[in-house]
Nanobody
């Protein structure tokens, strides 16, 4: 079994910064990719940023230039540094880890989410 735990959410004023962390633990052979998603009230969950095991990154257009995803492979940890935050960034942020649990089998595991609230 694999556990994914996010931390670092909170309340911040518009224009401010916040950093999220996510740790994957358990039966992990290797991590393929780790991603951050968010879901605002009444909206669908959307992909915010992703990073693969080679360090390649992708971002949603809405966060490009403001958010940075990074990864510590040794700690199975991914970070999301958010700056120039806007009220529309308010959402529950979820981390997901796409993991090989052995040579052949992989699956995607999700955390419970952490609330980010940006006040205007």
């Amino acid at each position: 079994q694999v556990q994914v735990v996010e931390s670092g959410g909170g309340l911040v004023q518009a224009g401010g910064s916040l950093s999220l962390s996510c740790v994957a633990s358990g039966t992990i052979f290797s991590i393929i990719a780790m991603t951050w998603h968010r879901q605002a009230p009444g909206k669908q969950r959307e992909l915010v940023a992703s990073i693969n095991n080679g360090g390649g990154t992708n971002y949603a257009d809405s966060v490009k230039g403001r958010f940075t995803i990074s990864r510590d492979n040794a700690k199975n940890t991914v970070y999301l540094q958010m700056s120039s935050l806007r009220p529309e960034d308010t959402a529950v942020y979820y981390c997901a880890a796409r993991v090989y649990t052995d040579y052949h089998n992989w699956d995607e595991y999700w955390g419970q989410g952490t609330q980010v609230t940006v006040s205007s």
